[in-house]
């Protein structure tokens, strides 16, 4: 099935960087090459896909705005340089747009959280050129102020981290910043409701959530685009019902590992996958 003539059905893809690095963009799954983003923006355009941003939807909500036909989101964490340099160039080719998550603190330039990835340094973008984004049509949406894991925050930091964010992102592009992503894919109840009281519409996760887009919108599910993807498991991902079928896989991990704990003493660790950063 497709998002055609059903809003719920539409799908958010996660990307990180936009690289030239062939290296990069073999060993590290948050590196797509631009070649790579190139033909998946081809095959989008080929498949009949229009790109929306969250403030799209908001305004169909509020009946002030037709979906197109096959509507997708394609959102970018932590704002690196090379998603202005890079992938933005070549969305103005194809005539698409996207979802931007920054961070408020504007004094960090560079990706710290990548170390443990083994990533090299790489720069963020600066306040130019997200405005210049936002300007072209693009959302800009907070990712807190300085990418903490926010469930080891207590009440006050985390809360600082989330509202003081869209206040700063506000006041940078003069425009409502209405949409939130969970650094490392971090997300608990109480964390979700400091986003909501905070008065963030969409917050972002990555493999937690709903399979059915809208049902949660505090808690919206992306499907993770990697670097070595290639045309076929890009396919999968847009073509099949691979949301679900990744739900599916998380209930029955979670399943297992509370079983696991239950009848056998496991202890948890607290731990951050590389794939929720």
């Known amino acids: 099935m497709t998002a055609e003539g ?17 290296e990069l963009s073999r060993t590290h799954w ?3 090459h631009t070649q790579e983003f190139r ?19 908001r305004l169909y909500l509020a009946g002030d705005l037709n979906l197109p036909r096959r509507p997708v989101v394609l959102t970018f964490d932590d704002g690196y340089d090379d998603v202005y340099t890079n992938a933005f160039p070549i969305l103005k080719e194809f005539g698409m747009k996207a979802v931007v998550f920054v961070l408020g603190n504007r004094e960090i330039k560079k990706n710290f959280w990548d170390e443990p990835l083994n990533l090299p340094t790489a720069s963020l973008m600066g306040q130019q050129q997200i405005v210049e984004l936002h300007a072209a049509g693009f959302e800009i949406g907070s990712h807190t102020m300085n990418h903490p894991l926010l469930s080891t925050l207590s009440e006050d930091e985390a809360w600082e981290e ?7 992102l506000e006041i940078l592009v003069n425009s409502s910043v209405r949409t939130f992503c969970y650094p490392y894919g971090d997300v608990n109840g109480s964390i979700k409701k400091m986003v909501e009281d905070a008065g963030y519409a969409v917050a972002c996760s990555v ?19 990697p670097g070595a ?18 739900w599916v896989r998380w209930k ?11 009848y056998f003493g496991t202890k948890e660790t607290r731990s951050v996958p590389s794939y929720t950063r």
Not at 207 to 225: D, K, M, Q, S, V
């Open 39 to 57: 033909r998946q923006l081809q095959l989008l355009d080929r498949w009949g896909f229009t790109t929306i941003t969250f403030d799209d939807y």
């Open 162 to 168: 989330i509202s003081r964010s869209r206040m700063v």
């Open 252 to 262: 029955a991990k979670r399943a297992l590992s509370h079983m696991s704990k239950q």
């Open 229 to 246: 993807l290639g045309s076929i498991g890009f396919a999968t991902r847009l073509l099949a019902p691979y949301t679900r079928y990744s």
């Open 207 to 225: 493999y937690t959530g709903p399979a059915t887009f809208g049902i949660e919108p505090l808690e919206t599910r992306r499907i993770t685009i």
């Open 6 to 22: 059903n809003p719920r059905m539409i799908k958010v893809l996660m990307y990180h960087r936009v690289v030239e690095s062939g």
């Open 30 to 32: 948050t590196c797509v």
